[in-house]
């Protein structure tokens, strides 16, 4: 059996610490807004090279926040790529604001740049490109789209946690750091998991650092004293502590996933159907995700769960597709790349310290579904 993504091996290596953490906290007895929440946003601000990071309870309340922070609302639009996780789209309808999709690079299949300015309208404030699967968006170009428009940037990092980008100034920016705001999730499964669900903002704008420690605590400025109407959104101390621990080791679990997605690259390197990841050189892609493409994806899929392999399917249908989008009233042909992408995309198993025979095996099986 080989799982989509074993945690268990990491969590083995740091059993002893991870119970260590947890019991401190328990032994302070600090559950909400702890020690830990505070030690974590400055290590992971930090790690971003911001000024200021907020833990918050998932990826979604992260970007639903980041949205809400820039007075985004009824009336206005935000352009989202129509091939993501949902909840990026789902965020800007919380605030009854409109998602506006946009379709994705065929390679990347991260947003498509040269089609962004024609969705741009009069009540756009936003854009949120998605680096998806671990591969930073093209943030140059984004925020150059953004400046002219005068748009602002929400950068949606659940996937991307230490993926860098060579920028304007020939320096490489972690993503999170380049637009406005960046939204993290530690959904267990990510690169950098929590032991449950948590979300993380970070930014270097200190109004909007501010305006998050209010929005994610009822809107608190003292015990019983709210100032806006805010949320119950905070990070639990507890996964601030499990975070703080993992977070040392998230640079070399993500050139651990690089070393597997080269030996993948490499091994299924022109073998007929299959279409490897592409990453640009002027970026470190941290594949969260490894996906590849197959016009025989069902067989290919079929076969690998039928020898045990665990397989997934990111995503299969696109946002603009989605039943819940219905009343924007998107059709089938409207974004021809997301479309085509959801049929053929496949995610294959990755993980830290995933052994080089498993993935030879997974290898293997491919070439056996798609002769
Ligand atoms: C691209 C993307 N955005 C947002 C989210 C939402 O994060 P969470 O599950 O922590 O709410 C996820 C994670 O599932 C994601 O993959």
Redesign the pocket.
Known sequence: MIHFSDLSLQHKKMWKEMNLAMSKVIKRNDYILGEDVQEFEKEFAQFCHVKYAVGLS????A?FLACESLGIGSGDEVIVPAF??I??ALAVSYTKAKPVFVDIEENTYNIDVSKIESAITKNTKAIIP?H?YGQPANMPEILRIAKKHGLKVIE?S??AHGATIKMFDGNWHVTGSMGDIGCF???PS?NLGALG???MITTNDEGIYKKFLMLRDYGRVSKYEHAMIGYNSRLDTLQAAILRVKLKKLDSWNESRRKSAAIYNKLLKGVEGVVTPFAKDSLTHVYHVYAIRSTMREKVFNHLKANAVGVVIHYPIPIHLQKAYTELKYKKGDFPVSEKVAQEIISLPIYPYMKEKDIKFVVKLIKEAVV
């Not at 998932?58 to 309340?61: F, K, L, Q, R, V």
Request: glycine fraction near 14%; charged fraction near 15%; proline fraction near 0%.
């Open positions: 998932s990826g979604t309340a970007l993501t996780y909840a990026t998605v998806l949606d659940a996937q999730s530690f959904y990510k669900d948590g979300g």
